[in-house]
């Protein structure tokens, strides 16, 4: 290629980066994989040179112990670029299921298994204005033998030459063969793979420049294009208009005894999952002034402070808005052997997101599929997971609003909010069902809690969250 | 107490907190520690329940594998709260000073050293406007033995009584000689120690808030009182005015020549550091078009993509303005094994920031000995260190100005502001005197680098990081 055409092909790689970093539409995620050999550490550093380097970031992943004790996907969506950004992934995902295949790490079943994950990992980031460029790098396996001998040869060479790559030579053909299944597993209309053959001397930089010039300038917004609505296997469950026929109040002395034995047990549970290390994720959800404050209380002081944090969603920020929506739920997920409460969590992004029109409805009907393939993954991961609803009744709240604007430490607590969302209460409980009945499933069900007296709500949450310690841990 | 007193004091730490987060102009650090048996667990649990927990953090640290491949400090730097925020720390950096201590895993000059540590840190985030609020727990040895054995007794708190804690019952002497030391070096006007009586049905929670409440209420811009410019052993180092008298240009065939060496045995080197566990740090600084990006591809093609990060540090984002000025730099650091490179530095802090009058002569004075503390840090852990400057004439960077003006690809590096840093270049050199006089020290020297002809700077730049490695690596 001419220098002159090389300079304009290098003008408008730059352009594009500097157009995407000043409109933060969307973010670029360039995935390099393939053979042993095939020069990839060149590419990059020579798309490194190209690029503007503040504004992208190379992830070439060891997993550390931090990344083994979450969820497989963590390590990926805790490092996805905010829009308005490139991140290049070498290897990533891809190299994972390749050379896990490869060295039978992964059996042929989960190998499969993973490509779905892959597919759907990769849906979720078109569906977040992710632009996915994935790049193959092909290589004969005679020539790459050819040239990894000619590399360690030469003294200023032989150190690119590593024992890793001797090993992937010599697993060429399964590798090949692995790569097939891979490419077709994840092919898509909007993210194609760019195969190239990256025998010694060929020029990569060009093609994959080009590439990834029409893959930045040509992406609309992506039609969310993925089946809505599997439909998962409902157990039964209590509807919230089932809720009426209160058992009568609890006095104060037997609340007392039980909460504390209750703790109690719930303290030895908690601390032998933390000794298995074993995760897990308390998820708070509930009508505004259902107690799930007061019983979060009640909840935590049975644990260890040094093996739980409380998580409170609010509206994202800024800087969250920059990431796709399930980014910040990733970023708190507890680590093996640790606890985490969610004080309401990614279902607001069927709730109020859908309720106040936050988002449109092809994304919170896309949404139930996406909080169960994320519910999966804490599931596949060994996570016990405990879902609290937390429900009263309307007129419950009323009263509980006006006692919390007369209590002075209540009153920052009442909000113009709180009547905003009680004004739409229809709305709302119409999304709690729907809710309810996508993603209530034997694997991962909803615990409806009757919360119009505070004191047998919070005696049942502890109740259900030692259920299910009781059921994984396997005890009396 | 009465009700009535306590619902007010209630409402007073509640305002007080609401007020701190709506005029973020401080963060508060609440460091509880002391004896065992004393109901810290209980005295969180109840803050937890009189703040507002969406403000509030508790921070019971135990160590993980990320934290220990960090510098000590690291595991505190970035657990810090934004401004606005309350983080309680349970025992942090006093507990394991106190049971380090106790356990002999610090010796007694050790012990000695982290104490003159924790005052400089703690001295760090009263400068950065943190209110620091610090609680010893105190109990006398035999009643803190009755005290758990009736813990134990009851089948409801048995849970409570830990290993863990007869230990510390054990050594309560040891401990209690400890923490009189500890709080001896650590006492200061601005953040005293509170030391109450934790005797079982002793109300810990009347005079902990009492304090809260003080200390959040009277807190005004605390003075900067540290001393300023302790004075470094100086090696000898050249002038910025001694680089006259430039060697004649280098060849471009001997130059590629010479690169694709240092290259390799830079690689070589650079893969037994991380093979050792070593973390490394390159300071890159310099005048704005003194080489320093294309300097820096030379030097990470090199290394693997896996074990380096280059870290470009421009003005603070929003949410790094939250926090303490060193804390984005904490961030950063690299962890054993692996190589961090700063384009541009925690040096900002006395070149921009003092030019362009971002912050007052105190702050930036006093930077010059925040800055020594920051990278004997990274010493102490065994960090190789290596800082660059990369100079040039002032004429050169007009003709390199000039030259990026036409240059397609390099335009948008060029800015009114780089015009605008131009135009103060004496008052830059001035700085740039003074730094390199502060922070020039044998343990960590500047590498002043002459970069008027660029092929020579990037072979420099190669050559200086790869004495750094041959000196610790203590190889040939």
């Excluded at 994935?134 to 030459?161: C, F, M, N, S, Y």
């Excluded at 294009?225 to 109040?249: E, F, I, W, Y």
């Excluded at 970023?331 to 859908?354: A, I, M, N």
């Excluded at 909010?417 to 009945?437: G, H, K």
Aim: with cysteine; charged share 30%; aromatic share 8%.
């Amino acid at each position: 290629m001419s220098n002159r055409k090389q300079e304009k092909l290098r003008f408008q790689l730059l352009s594009a980066q500097l157009e995407l970093a000043r409109s933060e539409d969307r973010a670029v995620v360039v995935l390099v994989t393939g053979h042993a050999g095939t020069g990839k550490g060149q590419l990059i550093n020579r798309l490194n040179r190209w690029l503007e380097n503040r504004l992208t970031e190379v992830q070439a992943l060891v997993p550390s112990e931090e990344d083994r004790r979450r969820p497989y996907w963590w390590r990926y969506w805790t490092r996805l670029p905010a829009r308005g950004r490139i991140s290049i992934f070498v290897h990533g995902w891809a190299g994972d299921a390749l050379f896990g295949g490869a060295a039978r790490r992964l059996g042929k079943g989960s190998f499969a298994d993973r490509l779905k994950e892959i597919a759907s990992f990769e849906a979720d980031l078109r569906a977040a204005d992710i632009t996915l460029v994935k790049l193959w790098l092909d290589i004969d396996a005679d020539i790459q033998g050819q040239h990894l001998a000619k590399l360690e040869a030469d003294p200023e060479t032989r150190w690119q030459v590593t024992e890793e790559k001797w090993q992937r030579h010599s697993q060429h053909a399964v590798i090949q063969q692995l790569g097939k299944q891979l490419r077709k597993a994840t092919e898509n209309e909007d993210s194609p793979w760019l195969c190239l053959d990256a025998s010694p001397d060929h020029d990569l930089l060009t093609p994959v420049v080009e590439h990834m010039v029409a893959a930045m300038q040509g992406t609309e917004k992506a039609t969310i294009a993925r089946p809505v609505g599997r439909v998962p296997t409902t157990p039964a469950m209590p509807q919230l208009a089932d809720l009426a026929g209160h058992d009568s109040a609890i006095d104060k002395a037997e609340y007392c005894e039980r909460m504390a034995c209750a703790q109690a047990r719930l303290a030895e549970l908690a601390r032998r999952a933390v000794w298995r290390g074993i995760p897990v994720v308390v998820v708070f959800e509930g009508h505004d002034a259902a107690g799930k404050g007061g019983s979060i209380h009640r909840l935590t002081s049975a644990l260890d402070a040094r093996t739980y944090r409380v998580c409170s969603i609010a509206a994202p920020s800024e800087q969250e808005h920059l990431y796709p929506w399930q980014w910040r739920f990733w970023q708190h997920l507890p680590k093996d052997g640790s606890v985490t409460v969610f004080d309401r969590s990614w279902y607001g992004r069927v709730l109020v997101e859908r309720v106040e029109s936050l988002i449109d409805e092809p994304e919170w009907q896309l949404g139930y599929q996406q909080i169960l393939d994320f519910e999966d993954q804490l599931l596949r991961h060994g996570t016990v997971l405990v879902k609290l609803f937390l429900a009263i009744d309307r007129d419950v709240q009323l009263k509980r609003f006006k006692a919390r604007a007369v209590t002075p430490h209540k009153q920052h607590k009442l909000t113009e909010e709180d009547w905003r969302n009680r004004a739409r209460w229809d709305d709302y409980q119409l999304a709690i069902d729907d809710m309810l009945a996508a993603t209530h499933r034997s694997a991962a069900p909803w615990s409806l809690i009757d919360a119009n007296d505070k004191r047998r709500a919070r005696l049942a949450v502890l109740h259900e969250v030692t259920v299910k310690l009781v059921e994984r841990l396997q005890v009396n």
